[in-house]
């Protein structure tokens, strides 16, 4: 069973960038999507982005396009989502998350998810 750990959230100006990064302990990612999820204050749940570990497809919210990239280190066992460009609207509580698959969308049927980390951007 895969138990995701996020980390690397924090504080930021706008503008600036953050690097989140994603391990598994228990078992390797290969053979699984995983992806980032978010949720603001008062806010629905929503989705960010999400790598199939085999075959490296990629999947991308609209508002996150050409400023987050997601990536996954086959030696290290961790996925990263690099943000940039950051914007207020961009803070959240990050969640990593993954289920067994090939195919990474923005609709997967998450079954494992981490604790969630904190990102907070700055006016």
């Known amino acids: 069973q895969v138990q995701p750990v996020e980390s690397g959230g924090g504080l930021v100006q706008a503008g600036g960038s953050l690097r989140l990064s994603c391990t598994a302990s228990?078992?390797?990612?290969?053979?699984?999507?995983v992806g980032w999820l978010r949720q603001a204050p008062g806010k629905e749940r929503e989705f960010v982005a999400s790598i199939a570990w085999t075959g490296g497809g990629r999947a991308y919210a609209d508002s996150v396009k050409g400023r987050f990239a997601i990536s996954s280190n086959n030696n290290e066992n961790t996925v990263y989502l690099q943000m940039n460009s950051l914007k207020p609207e961009d803070t959240a509580v990050y969640y990593c998350v993954a289920e067994r698959g090939f195919y990474a969308t923005a609709t997967n049927d998450w079954d494992y998810w981490g604790q969630g980390t904190q990102v907070s951007v700055s006016s």
């Open positions: 228990g078992r390797t990612l290969n053979g699984y999507v």
